[in-house]
């Protein structure tokens, strides 16, 4: 055992992947990363082939997302790496963890603008939780353990490791570092995952004390896999749920309790609960301004409890009246743990029954609504979206482009398992459904994937589906097709008086034909006498990746509305619910 | 790096902070700091990075004018980068601060007599002699810099150069320890 092994940097990169149990990786080779994708063909590593590196980033993400687990890329120099640029800074704003591994020109030519070469450290410095640029092959395995430690603990999120191509090829002695080695080598990493004590009993005295309270949760709920615990908080004390774009699925649609999304187009329900209560429990969230609205007016009566890992998230948008720095779980179960003993030691709970009351008569008068279609008319976009919803097979992972189809998605859909809900929500990522569904699919193969998508998102990287044709990973892609930027065409329509500006992508190609020459199925779906026959079909095909373009309304507009800039208090509801404004006072 | 649109960065707006940051001494680590300022559009008024007594840390010293606020999220985020160790905001009344200033001024004739007999006030060191200009070096709070400099301008700056500041904390002696405890209690 003491012999010392001699590897070349490559193989000491791949077998640090294989070391941290990566089983799958995305990536594209090219001439600076050569080196490393030879070791590859006799790894346990499945590496999957992509059409274009963002894909490869966004399968990773998609990845990382319904497993909680690294997503990993690995391409070479120069575009490659600068063509990662969107999925990192996607990865950082959503808190994704993915390790990235780029290659470099050699060392000898490092700066010297030689061919594919870029600063891609200077470049992804901005978007990336961590970068580092390997100089000596010696330095790998840590680097590799270094990465992946910073990318999954903490506030998740990317790391790249830009490795020049002869560190790749000289030879180094085999060291894996000890977890203490690692951990010694980041003097300045040092996530708080523990909450306070005194602060958790604060929050569950406050907790007790709310008449009006609600359960304001988001991606770090997920993150932290603290989906039971705040399930049991929340039933504890009954205290409604709204569940941020990125919780969608933390806490289960069907729940009594649940409340849906809130923001700029949450339902009214969610957005009106959340600025008369007199408490908000943040769990996992970041004050997001798509949430938040004019963030003067937002939620003016509310106390708030925050329970953040990452400390800049207190008090960056709203100050808290108790911050909680720690990990989700661990804090959450604190606070469950704390109420009992309060209610144990006598403590009663303020009555929320009037609440509850007052936040089901909103539900019961705001529900999503739309109009539906005259007879000939275009389908209408949530029209389609419940049938693909109702008759979407159980555990089906849904996945979203950026736009109206998205929040279409995330409203019309009912998430009732987390995990099961993969969108870009920061940074708002057209294009991201197609390559992050077959990352989705690559990480749940039992599991049916659909992708609700954009027509203009999916002529962004559409051509990942040849890498779900050549690679067996069978999704299923609903294309909304307004033949429109919908969302952009409804800010011009509402707020630039209907003056339409580049926004209309008539002349689309013909999907069908596009999906049959990816060796995908194609199917289209122009009338709703069709639409169940069409989607049960889509459903039934698990040989191959399904097309299915629905021609949908172009006109249709996604409501309620926090027009950007305005108060939540002054949500615009779907025109039919306007006359009944009044109750939501 | 000093503001361009103000000959007195700290008259009426005062809200100079020292940051003292302690991080790795590593590749970048200086470009991750600024970096951060620069994103949120903050300018830093002055810099100094050395490394400290363990060569495997640098200090940074960052002068910024900003107000508490967005002071604080910086400071958050600073801390979230990974070199990071440390950062200690030092409190101006209770730090030393020391800045280091090179200036040529144009000194002929009669007039040299006069440059050096500043420089012999404030304890200034001549370190070049021209035939028309003096190099002075001065090192000390960077107040006393901006007056020495104000007073040399009289003659012509031909050339001046400043360093960041750097500061370390006040050490509390044990009389002052004493007295503050005295009072306080």
Known sequence: MSTKETLTGAEALIRSLEMENVEIMFGLPGGCILPAYDPLLKSSIRHVLVRHEQGAGHMAEGYAHVTGRPGVVMVTSGPAATNMVTPLCNAFMDSIPLVCITGQVSTTALGTDAFQECDTVGITRSVTKHNELVMRPDDIPMAVRQAFLIATT???????????????????????????????????????????????????????????????????????????????????????????????????????????????????????????????????????????????????????????????????????????V???????????????????????????????????????????????????????????????????????????????????????????????????????????????????????????????????????????????????????????????????????????????????????????????????????????????????????????????????????????????????????????????????? | MRTINSNNPFGDSYQHHILSVLVQNRPGVLARVSGLFARRGYNIFSLAVAPTEDADYSRITIVVDISETPLEQIVKQLFKLIDVVRITELDPRKSVERELMMVTVSADGDLRGQVVELANIFEAKILAVGGDSLTISLDGHPEKLDDFEELLRNYGIVESQRTGRVALPKLEREARTRATKGKTS
């Open chain 1, 154 to 324: 903490g506030r998740p999120g990317p790391v790249l490791l830009d490795m020049p191509k002869d560190v790749l090829q000289q030879t180094m002695t085999w060291h894996w570092p000890t977890d203490q080695e690692v951990l010694d080598s980041l003097p300045g990493y040092k996530p708080t995952t523990k909450g306070h004590p005194k602060m958790i009993k604060e929050a569950a005295k406050l907790i007790l004390e709310a008449e009006r309270p609600v359960l304001y949760i988001g991606g770090g709920v997920l993150k932290a896999h603290a989906a039971e615990i705040v399930k049991e908080l929340a039933e504890l004390t009954q205290i409604p749920v709204v569940t941020t774009l990125m919780g969608r699925g933390a806490f289960p649609d069907n729940h009594s309790l649940c409340l849906g999304m809130p923001g700029m187009h949450g339902n009214a329900t969610a957005i009106t609960a959340m600025q008369k209560a007199d408490l908000l429990i943040a769990l996992g969230v970041r004050f997001d301004d798509r949430v938040t609205g004019k963030v003067a007016t937002f939620a003016p009566y509310a106390k708030i409890i925050h329970v953040d890992i990452d400390p800049a998230e207190q008090g960056k948008v709203r100050k808290p009246d108790v911050p909680i």
């Open chain 1, 326 to 585: 720690g990990d989700c779980r661990q804090v959450t179960e604190e606070i469950v743990k704390s109420v009992k003993e309060l209610l144990h030691e006598g403590t009663t709970q303020a009555d929320v029954g009037p609440w509850r009351s007052k936040v089901s008569g909103w539900q019961e008068k705001f529900p999503v609504a739309y109009d539906q279609a005259e007879p000939g008319e275009r389908l209408k976009p949530q029209f389609c979206l419940e049938r693909l919803r109702d008759l979407a097979p159980e555990g089906t992972i849904v996945v979203a482009g950026v736009g109206q189809h998205q929040m279409w998605a995330s409203l019309f859909w009912r998430f009732n398992e987390p995990y099961t809900w993969v969108n870009s929500g920061g940074l708002g990522t057209m294009g991201f459904a197609v390559p992050a569904a077959i990352g989705a699919k690559a990480a749940r193969p039992d599991r049916t994937v659909w992708a609700i998508d954009g027509d203009g998102c999916f002529q962004m990287t559409a051509q990942e589906l040849v890498t779900a044709t050549t690679e067996g990973i069978h999704v299923k892609i609903a294309i909304l097709n307004n033949t429109y930027l919908g969302m952009v065409r409804q800010w011009q329509e509402m707020f630039y008086g209907e003056r339409y500006s580049e926004v209309n992508l008539a002349g689309c190609p013909d999907f069908v034909k596009w999906a049959e020459a990816m060796g995908c199925v194609g199917l289209r779906v122009e009338s709703a006498d069709e639409i169940d026959a069409v989607i049960a079909q889509a459903n039934s095909i698990n040989d191959r990746s399904v097309v299915v373009e629905f021609r949908v309304d172009e006109f249709e507009k996604v409501f309620p509305m926090i027009p950007p800039g305005t108060s939540n208090d002054d949500v615009m509801l779907h025109p039919s619910q306007e006359d009944k404004r009044e109750f939501l006072k």
